[in-house]
Every structure is written in structure tokens, then in C-alpha cells.
């Protein structure tokens, strides 16, 4: 099985820095981190153009604007009465919290998830590409790629057991914690998909591999079941 800091050399040799998160302010991240979830991200940077074209995208502007004006300027990242009540209520934490230099990184991830609406891996996200600290994402993707490479046994895995699993194999480094998610991603979009592309995937570790149908034997049907 190939080692955590072994993968992360290869899929950075692959794909190249990828320089994450996309955005220009630490708040964007916050704002990006919420109205990404159950989207896709082009309707993510729809939204946030809007925001920034009416001037929306600072915290202490947000919170002071009628809910209907945030409504309107995120709907292109759907649900957005639920993410517009969410907007206000992390740009309030965002406030009071930034920049967190006074916290630790469990600290900063306590008080951002008594936010309403901010999960595991949104707090993740936002500590790590936002406040810039050093702890691991784990999302979708990750649990995907970890169970093809034979780290666990199915994607069904608790949030906290794939962090602690990750961020006891490689070094506790901002920099390696935020290409190595974003690699990850990366990886996952082009070759690790719901449905794999196996055949062209650059990674001939992958235990779930089949060369000669292109797919994981994770898709094969069971004995049983044939």
C-alpha cells in the first residue's frame, strides 16, 4: 500500500502546485466554503461574482443587508434562502473570530462549528485556506480515493477517523495540508470519479484497479450477486 507523504509526491508530481483556494480574500473562502455545499463549483463563482459586483463580499457589509438582497445575488448556488441565512451567520462569526491568532486550531474549529450550518469540512476549510492553520479536509473525494487505495474498507468512514488517519501520516505543514487536499480533488475530478476512469489513471498503485476493463473491481458484481 502506498504510504500517505509517497502519494502526496506523486500526485504533486502529476498535477503540479494547484495553489488553493480560489480566491482573493480570506472572507471569499468563508463565503466560497458555504455556498459550495450541494453544488457544483461554477455555480459557486456565479454567486460570488454577483456578490462582488454589488459591493456584498465583506463581512461587515453582509451582515448588515436584507436577507432578500443576499438571496437574490447567491441563487445561482441553489438553496440559497437556507445559504443566505448561513452567509450572515458565519460573516458574524467571521468577525468576531478573524484573524485567530489569539486560537488554537481546535479552538477556532470549536467556535466555528456552533455556527448553524457549518459542518466538519466546512470549518476545515475555512481554518485552513481562510485562517490559514494547519488542519486536514476531508470531503467526498478523499473518502473515495482512500477506499480504492485500500486505506479503508468502504467510503462510510467517520470525518474524524479519516483526519486522524491523514494528519498522523504526514507532516503538520499549511502548505502540504493545503495542496494535498486540493491534489486530491484534482485527482478525483479527472480520474477517481463516481464512476472511475481507471484505464488512463497515472496511479498503478491502486489496489481496486483493473487494467482490462478500465474500471475498479469495486464495480465488478459480486460472485453472489452474478
Known amino acids: 500500500m502506498i504510504e500517505l507523504t509517497t502519494l502526496y509526491k506523486k500526485l504533486l508530481d502529476i498535477y503540479g502546485p494547484q495553489n488553493w483556494w480560489p480566491a482573493d480574500t480570506p472572507f471569499e473562502v468563508l463565503v466560497g466554503a458555504i455556498l459550495t455545499q450541494n453544488t457544483a463549483w461554477r455555480n459557486v463563482e456565479k454567486a460570488i461574482q454577483n456578490l462582488k459586483k454589488q459591493g ?28 443566505a441565512k448561513r452567509l450572515i451567520e458565519a460573516s458574524k462569526a467571521f468577525i468576531k473570530l478573524w484573524p485567530g491568532n489569539h486560537l488554537t486550531v481546535s479552538e477556532l474549529r470549536k467556535e466555528l462549528l456552533k455556527v448553524h450550518g457549518i459542518g466538519p469540512e466546512t470549518a476545515d476549510s475555512i481554518i485552513l485556506y481562510a485562517f490559514e492553520k494547519p488542519t486536514f479536509v476531508i470531503d467526498a473525494y478523499t473518502r473515495r480515493l482512500f477506499a480504492r487505495l485500500g486505506y479503508f474498507e468502504s467510503e462510510n468512514i467517520p470525518y474524524d477517523v479519516v483526519k486522524r488517519f491523514v494528519e498522523s501520516r504526514i507532516p503538520k505543514d499549511l502548505k502540504i495540508y493545503k495542496e494535498f487536499h486540493a491534489l486530491i480533488v484534482e485527482h478525483a475530478k479527472r480520474f477517481c470519479r463516481k464512476s472511475p476512469m481507471c484505464y488512463d489513471c497515472p496511479l498503478l498503485e491502486c489496489p481496486k484497479k483493473d487494467f482490462t476493463t478500465g474500471n475498479t473491481t469495486l464495480d465488478q458484481p459480486s460472485k453472489a450477486s452474478s
Open 56 to 83: 456584498f463580499l465583506e463581512p461587515a457589509t453582509l451582515v448588515s443587508l436584507p436577507l432578500k438582497a443576499i438571496e437574490e445575488a447567491i441563487k445561482p448556488s441553489g438553496f440559497y434562502k437556507l445559504k
